[in-house]
């Protein structure tokens, strides 16, 4: 038997954070983050995790009930400065996962896309239009979140239709 709470996670600091599960209305979450100077010495703003937000966001739930299932980050060496940022994040979101004693597991984009997004998809410009036509449809009690996509969503509907 699957969680009772699954939560997906779309990785980086422009991503979303769903919950979908039994008893519960489903949710959709802008990533909560922070902007503040890089540690360097030159100008140089970075967005961080807001630690407290994401932890108040899965606070909400009982532990053991909850399955936290996060999306790869990417990792790409000729795009140094956003594989830093995603990395950082993930970190992050992981330390307080298992800080909290939170049950979690892994999936790629192309795992969970395939199973929820059309074939023939070309870009990212057409993959978040599609993520987000495709959220709604699935949620159109959550038509009105401003985002450009809902990949935080459907992560935890990909997990709860797998029985994460």
């Not at 996962?97 to 998809?121: F, M, N, T």
Request: proline share 4%.
């Amino acid at each position: 038997m699957g969680h009772l709470v699954l939560v997906g996670v779309d990785n980086g600091v422009t991503g979303t954070i769903g919950v979908v599960g039994e008893g519960i209305e489903p949710k959709i979450y802008h990533t909560p983050v922070k902007k503040e100077q890089n540690y360097c010495k030159k100008k140089d703003n970075i967005t961080r995790l807001d630690a407290n937000g994401f932890a108040d966001i899965l606070k909400q739930f009982d532990a053991k009930d909850v399955m936290v299932v996060m999306e790869r980050p990417m990792v790409n060496p000729t795009r140094f400065k956003a594989t830093t940022s995603a990395l950082r994040c993930f970190e992050a979101q992981l330390i307080l996962i298992e800080h909290l004693g939170l049950a979690y597991c892994y999936v790629d984009s192309k795992d969970w896309q395939r199973e929820l997004l059309p074939k023939g998809i070309k870009g990212a410009d057409e993959q978040k239009k599609a993520s987000k036509d495709i959220g709604k449809r699935l949620f159109p009690q959550l038509a009105d979140f401003k985002h450009t996509d809902f990949d935080g969503l459907l992560i935890a509907e990909y997990a709860r239709r797998k029985n994460l």
